[in-house]
């Protein structure tokens, strides 16, 4: 088992609502990074995780629906076809819950963890965590999507929260 050093950042942290910047070379620094986002995401039982989401604002994300871990670096969705409303939570926001709109499949393109020129057709449910993660590097959070109704629904549990975050000193 690998040791990080890394932390889960939660809801309420400004890390999560920067724009990331785009990694010009993929070095050992990088790879380190990823490894212990795979473990952060291991421990934590999640299917996703964004480099935000650790509080790192360089575009990088991890996903693994049950096939193999999907390293993707800089990625860019080029193509969206179909679309789907299901459910979805976050790792950085515990115990939310919201419906969100997305396509049900994508072409993604970016680098791998050896700097190479990667594409990646995804559907159902590997489509769905892609486009959830890169909405982390774009400092978009799945509440964004929720309707006017579901956000003040969500109100109460946002501000328990954000009151868990800074109370903890977790920013």
Do not use: W
Not at 25 to 43: F, G
Request: some cysteine; aromatic content about 4%; glycine content about 8%.
């Amino acid at each position: 088992m690998l040791q990080t050093k890394l932390k889960l950042r939660f809801y309420g942290d400004p890390v999560l609502r920067r724009r990331s910047a785009a990694v010009a070379e993929v070095t050992d620094k990088e790879r380190d990074i990823l490894n212990e986002m795979a473990e952060v995401m291991r421990i934590s039982g999640g299917i996703g995780l964004a480099a935000p989401q650790v509080g790192i604002n360089k575009q990088m994300v991890l996903v693994d629906v049950g096939q193999g871990p999907v390293i993707l670096i800089n990625p860019r969705i080029i193509k969206r076809s179909g679309s789907s409303s299901l459910e979805e939570g976050c790792l950085s926001l515990p115990g939310v819950y919201v419906k969100v709109k997305r396509a049900k499949t994508v072409q993604v393109s970016g680098l791998n963890e050896k700097n190479q020129k990667i594409k990646i057709c995804a559907y159902d449910l590997l489509a769905r965590a892609l486009q959830h993660e890169i909405d982390h590097l774009r400092g978009r959070l799945i509440i964004d999507h929720a309707g006017f109704l579901q956000k003040i629904k969500l109100r109460k549990k946002l501000r328990s929260l954000d009151k868990i975050v800074f109370s903890t000193g977790m920013v």
